[in-house]
């Protein structure tokens, strides 16, 4: 695994608590209705979502969606993201919370319509601690701390129940049936760490060390002198783990410190990867389970 630099620990410590504060809050707290919670809930729709607290009632249903971010917040909606300023003025960028939220709300729509379940939703976007600052709150999504999650739930309607007791039951243990083995998100997504502080280049599978050099037909480590010609292939493996699930050419070529567009298009291309997009524009999507990810390598 590649190394996130030391001043992010407290982000990754920071994350794990935050989504434990909401888990704190729901365990402390009862409502005065039939209800149930999941925490880390993860399906499949038109493709796998991952939800962090899904909370719902036969009249309702609540997404929420955890952030632990410092700074100074600013939500923008063209093009959608979330802008953290530092105290001492560091400026860093981030996938943005009300698209991810958005994004699981349709999804998990379309997973209960194809039961027949036809339950409203709700969506919030929770700040795991007081301390974090907004400057420009979302426009049309609710945010808020792990302390008034209560309030706000208390406040929903409770007019038209749309599920009864035998229905409520079925649902509780169809969501359980059909949660599926977690798959991690990016380490970067997960605790907000931006991917430029995520040190590139490849990584030797027999010393450890990363600035493997790209040879024709296979990769040489200037360390232990291996060379390996399935290296690009781990590599871009770890960065769907720490990064993201997909990469463009030109973040593959920064990535694996490459400087050539053509090196890189055949790499990808080698890999038989699901693409969107024109040439200018492709995105390749990585797979975790394609099984070359973990094939031996050549020496």
């Excluded at 209800?35 to 038109?46: E, M, P, R, V, Y």
């Excluded at 929420?64 to 400026?91: C, M, R, W, Y």
């Excluded at 599978?205 to 060379?227: D, Q, Y």
Aim: glycine fraction near 4%.
């Amino acid at each position: 695994m590649l190394p996130v630099f030391d001043s992010k620990r407290a982000s990754v410590e920071a994350g794990i608590g935050g989504e434990k504060r909401v888990v704190e809050i729901f365990d402390k707290y009862t409502f005065p209705f039939k209800n149930n919670i999941i925490h880390g809930l993860s399906l499949a729709s038109d493709t796998l979502f991952q939800i962090d607290h899904y909370f719902f009632t036969p009249y309702y249903g609540l997404v929420l969606e955890t952030k632990n971010i410092g700074g100074s917040l600013e939500f923008k909606d063209n093009p959608p993201q979330l802008v953290a300023t530092k105290e001492h003025g560091q400026i860093s960028s981030f996938e943005s919370p009300v698209v991810q939220l958005e994004r699981n709300l349709e999804l998990l729509t379309a997973w209960l319509h194809n039961r027949n379940i036809h339950l409203p939703l709700y969506g919030a976007v929770v700040l795991a601690y007081p301390k974090q600052i907004v400057s420009v709150p979302p426009v049309n999504t609710t945010l808020l701390f792990p302390n008034t999650i209560p309030p706000f739930i208390n406040s929903l309607p409770l007019k038209d129940r749309k599920l009864d007791a035998d229905a409520f039951q079925w649902l509780s243990a169809e969501l359980v049936r059909s949660h599926r083995p977690y798959i991690p998100k990016p380490i970067c997504e997960s605790y907000q760490i931006p991917s430029t502080d995520i040190l590139p280049g490849v990584r030797c599978a027999n010393c450890g060390k990363i600035g493997m050099i790209k040879l024709p037909r296979t990769w040489h480590c200037r360390f232990c002198e291996v060379n390996d010609n399935k290296a690009h292939i781990r590599a871009l493996w770890e960065w769907s783990l720490i990064c993201k699930k997909t990469i463009t050419n030109r973040e593959c070529r920064e990535f694996l410190q490459i400087e050539d567009k053509y090196t890189a298009h055949r790499i990808l291309s080698s890999m038989n990867l699901r693409r969107t997009g024109t040439f200018r524009n492709r995105s390749y999507y990585l797979d975790l389970n394609k099984s070359f990810y973990f094939s031996p390598s050549k020496r």
